[in-house]
């Protein structure tokens, strides 16, 4: 046997280890830092036991950090191949009263790593049909349900009263024993804020930045788009919720593509709260200057959302085509406003993180002009997978916040208890 072999035997036989004891070891050591991970959130109270999760905004600040950190935590163990259900039965119930891709299987992928089997209320085939009223639904599809997810986005002024009329009616069935239990409303989107699509822009910002968001400035952008009735609710949620963290906001858009002035009052108090700052400007190159975070994104003017409503509403499909035609007209006139390679080279380092919803308008792509070209997204299009990821996680500990008085032990508990998910 030659020097070179023995060598080799020895090193073979000093590393040796059966593999079912080094996969019992492995999954012992990443269990063990799960579970410290998971006693930092012993103190956080979300406080919404049997209530909801509307409006970020409204949302306290331990329930904020809650969602925060456990999504994360959901995602880790989920990718270690550990369970994460705490549900023995129930029902995750969703109604899309909007497209959806990403939100409705993250919502459906939310709920069964929870435990909870999972259906979707298509207002065709039901009595809604026939005239049920909203409180009589809300409370139908109460039996034996645990969260009920809405998007509701269309309407401006009507998608968050919709999720208050649904949180009401199933307050009032279980108070009244028509029901075993209060199902939590969660706020798949409306027409005012999408929060789990800002907790996972949130989320995704923890990790690029390591958790340190203070001083970092991001752009809210509006951006070039073919079409003209796209919701306020993400802008919204996202300069509200990012201005709790001490970051450097900047809402850029065209004079005339004003939001609502709810959100933005919460994004101005928490700015200052936080240390950080808020504010508006009407170029979006200047925005773009220095800025670590670029979200370009497009949306309707908030007068052109609430006129738009009251046609539908009223049937008026004449003048609906006027204001339709009236709106693209005024976006054509900002076609400059598009996330390109030049505009990119302004910011940090000439390589701000981009950051989108999706889909995006990808010029040359999806579309023949618009919110950021074929280069730009190109590069970024993982990222903004990567970004989406984080959504079912979300929404999970949403759930968790809502469904037990202490969610963090409960998160404890899940982790210290959990088996794999594959085999035995």
Same mark, same amino acid.
């Given at each position: ?7 080799h035997?020895h090193?073979?036989?000093f590393?040796?280890?059966?593999r079912g ?12 830092d799960l ?5 930092v ?6 406080g919404?036991?049997n209530?909801?999760?509307l409006?970020?905004?409204?949302v306290? #600040? ?8 456990a999504?994360v935590l959901?995602?880790d ?13 129930g +029902?995750?119930?969703?109604?899309f009263?909007d ?7 993250s ?6 790593m929870l435990?909870?089997?999972? @259906?979707?209320l ?5 009595q809604?049909?026939?005239?049920? #009223?909203?409180?009589?639904t809300?409370a139908?599809v ?7 997810g ?7 002024? @009507?998608?968050?009263a ?10 009032e ?5 028509? +029901? ?6 969660i706020? $798949? ?5 999408h929060?789990t699509?800002?907790?996972?822009d ?15 400035k991001?752009?809210?952008?509006w951006?070039s788009s073919?079409?003209y ?8 949620g ?5 201005s709790?963290?001490g970051m450097?906001l900047?809402?850029a858009?065209?004079?005339g593509?004003e939001?609502e002035?709810e959100p933005?009052?919460a ?7 936080s240390?950080?700052s808020?504010?508006?400007t009407?170029?979006?190159e200047?925005a ?5 975070v670029v979200y370009? *994104?497009?949306?309707a ?7 738009? #409503?009251?046609l539908?509403r ?5 003048k +609906? *085509? @006027? ?5 693209l ?5 900002h ?10 080279? +302004?910011t940090?380092g ?7 919803? $999706? ?15 074929r ?5 970024a ?7 989406a990821?984080? *959504?079912p ?16 032990a @409960?998160?404890?508990?899940i ?5 794999p998910?594959?085999?035995?």
């Amino acid at each position: 046997m030659t020097p070179h072999h023995e060598k080799h035997t020895h090193h073979q036989a000093f590393d040796a280890e059966p593999r079912g004891r080094r996969q019992a070891r492995e999954l012992h050591m990443l269990r063990r830092d799960l579970e410290m991970r998971a006693a930092v959130l012993a103190g956080l109270r979300p406080g919404l036991t049997n209530g909801d999760f509307l409006l970020s905004w409204k949302v306290p #600040t331990d329930a904020v950090q809650f969602v925060r950190k456990a999504a994360v935590l959901l995602q880790d163990t989920a990718r270690a191949g550990l369970s994460t259900r705490v549900f023995d039965g129930g +029902l995750g119930v969703s109604i899309f009263r909007d497209k959806s891709t990403r939100t409705r299987y993250s919502f459906r992928a939310a709920c069964n790593m929870l435990g909870l089997a999972t @259906e979707e209320l298509d207002e065709s085939t039901s009595q809604i049909a026939h005239g049920e #009223t909203v409180r009589e639904t809300a409370a139908m599809v109460g039996f034996y349900t645990e969260v009920l997810g809405i998007r509701d986005d269309m309407f401006l002024g @009507e998608g968050h009263a919709y999720m208050k009329e649904c949180a009401a009616s199933l307050e009032e069935a279980h108070v009244e024993g028509a +029901l075993i239990g209060r199902p939590a409303v969660i706020n $798949l989107q409306c027409d005012l804020d999408h929060p789990t699509q800002a907790f996972a822009d949130l989320c995704h910002l923890d990790t690029v930045f390591q958790g340190d968001l203070t001083g970092k400035k991001l752009v809210m952008s509006w951006a070039s788009s073919p079409s003209y009735g796209k919701p306020l609710s993400v802008p919204q949620g996202v300069v509200a919720l990012l201005s709790r963290f001490g970051m450097e906001l900047v809402l850029a858009h065209p004079e005339g593509y004003e939001l609502e002035e709810e959100p933005l009052a919460a994004a101005e108090s928490f700015a200052r709260e936080s240390g950080g700052s808020f504010r508006v400007t009407h170029s979006m190159e200047e925005a773009f200057q220095g800025a670590h975070v670029v979200y370009p *994104k497009s949306w309707a003017p908030a007068w052109v959302m609430r006129e738009r #409503t009251k046609l539908l509403r009223g049937g008026e499909t004449a003048k +609906l *085509k @006027e204001l339709e035609q009236q709106a693209l007209a005024q976006n054509a006139k900002h076609r400059d406003w598009e996330c390109t390679s030049r505009k990119m080279a +302004l910011t940090h380092g000439g390589n701000a993180l981009y950051m989108h919803c $999706l889909p995006a308008d990808v010029s040359g792509v999806s579309c023949e002009s618009g919110e950021v070209s074929r280069e730009v997204f190109e590069k970024a299009r993982l990222d903004t997978y990567r970004e989406a990821s984080y *959504k079912p996680f979300v929404i999970a500990a949403m759930i968790l916040a809502t469904r037990f008085a202490d969610p963090a032990a @409960e998160l404890q508990r899940i982790i210290k208890h959990a088996r794999p998910r594959r085999g035995l």
